[in-house]
């Protein structure tokens, strides 16, 4: 990598270091008949990237009996954090919905203008001291997440990082702010406007 044609190093001089992924808290599984990346990917809430990225893997070639490692991904607590928002926020929508509800919340985690946690993301307040979700203002977040909601967020950890950076939903019937208004919409589900 620094084409360095001696062994020999001097104080001063400076070199690339290449990184290699580690995995941290990382489990192993082993592939079964059936299996795909992506519905293992799935079943544990990591991202298809990483899982792919934690093994090597380029592709979805994996075959049984294969041993393969399986990231860390958020915690229990988390996603159902983030489960309790998704069935909040998207009660009555779509499962299409709910999935990318939740793929809002993780884009959030992962944009530099937004905290770097689950927990933080869903509970942000504006400057005005307004809470950035409703679910958490009428204390609806409290109420138990469905089945298909936590499914939802399984499918958006697996898919986290791809499809379109929307990083805000809102529903056009009620929304009465102007800014929202102006932002690119990604795509609309349902009766929400998914944007950026």
Known sequence: MNKLKKVVLTVGLSLGILTIPTIVDASSYTVKSGDSLWKIANNYGVSLASLQQSNGTIGNMIYPGQSIMIPSTLSTSDQDLMARMVQAEAKGES???????????????????????????????????????????????????????????????????????????????????????????????????FAK
């Open 95 to 193: 499962y299409a919905g709910k999935v990318a509800v939740a793929t809002v919340i993780l884009n959030r985690v992962d944009h530099k203008e937004f905290p770097d946690t689950v927990n933080d993301v869903i509970y942000q307040r504006s400057a005005g001291g307004y809470y950035a979700f409703t679910p958490v203002q009428n204390g609806s977040i409290n109420q138990a997440a469905d089945a298909e909601s936590k499914r939802a967020v399984k499918e958006a950890l697996a898919f986290r990082g791809q499809g379109q950076g929307s990083i805000y939903f809102y529903n056009p019937t009620t929304a009465k702010s102007s800014w929202i208004l102006s932002r690119e919409v990604t795509i609309t589900i349902g009766n929400h406007r």
